[in-house]
């Protein structure tokens, strides 16, 4: 079956400009998760949701990072304002979460923050 | 000290060989973990996951797991250049559901 999606696969913003970033995860998964991956690092976690509740943000940097899920499917991540250390690769994975929480990733969002 | 913790490499192995990717991590309540593989410029790849101290094979990757030693590591037999790429090593947090990833391995297979 089809894998998660995500677009825009790049985003080139300038300073101060909000984006939206897209998830879809893979049909059936009840849980959603958001990464952020810089350069040469692995990914950190930013928040997870399970159906259409947001169960985990603390992974967010600022408050300037928002998510939802208003349907326990299709998820956005929000970021306002945007400033230059918030360049990186955002992942989305999701998981059928029956015992031990797979998680499957999304080819990722490539953001770059001029 | 970081939570997971990764040789960065770069691990060079030749092919046919026996690559040796290991793991420490910090946080005692992990109870699964997983290596995924991320070629460069694309998304993490999950290999395999494992639960329970010993080991778990799967085709030429088999995971090792030591909870008292708070290790993982994971052996790739009959090496391929295929298989050149970053391993990153994540347990799941205990308590939670979020992965907690090293900065991974980079390993390059040599024909």
């Known amino acids: 079956g089809a894998g998660v999606s995500q677009s825009p696969r790049y985003k080139v913003a300038k300073r101060g400009q909000d984006v939206a970033l897209r998830c879809d995860p893979i049909s059936g998964h009840v849980s959603l998760f958001w990464y952020q991956q810089a350069l040469g690092q692995g990914p950190e976690f930013l928040t997870y949701?399970?159906?259409?509740?947001?169960?985990?943000k603390s992974g967010l940097p600022s408050d300037r990072f928002f998510a939802e899920r208003p349907e326990g499917s299709v998820s956005t991540l929000k970021i306002q304002r945007t400033q230059q250390e918030d360049s990186a690769v955002y992942l989305c994975?999701?998981?059928?979460?029956?015992?031990?929480?797979?998680?499957?990733f999304g080819p990722g969002t490539r953001l770059t923050v001029l | 000290q970081k939570e997971v913790e990764q040789n960065s490499g770069p691990l060079s192995v030749p092919e046919g060989a026996i690559a040796s990717l290991n793991c420490t991590y910090s946080?005692?309540?992990?109870?699964?973990f997983f290596w995924y593989r991320q070629y460069s410029g694309k998304s993490p790849e999950l290999i395999m996951f494992?639960?329970?101290?010993g080991d778990k094979e799967d085709g030429r990757f088999t995971a090792q797991l030591n909870k008292a030693s708070q290790y993982v590591s994971l052996l790739i037999r009959d090496s391929q250049p295929s298989d050149s790429a970053t391993y990153l090593c994540a347990p799941l947090a205990g308590g939670a559901q979020k992965l907690v990833f090293g900065q991974g391995t980079r390993l390059t297979i040599n024909p």
């Open positions: 946080d005692r309540g992990s109870q699964s």
């Open positions: 494992i639960y329970s101290n």
């Open positions: 994975a999701s998981s059928l979460q029956v015992i031990y929480n797979e998680q499957f």
């Open positions: 949701f399970q159906n259409e509740a947001q169960l985990d």
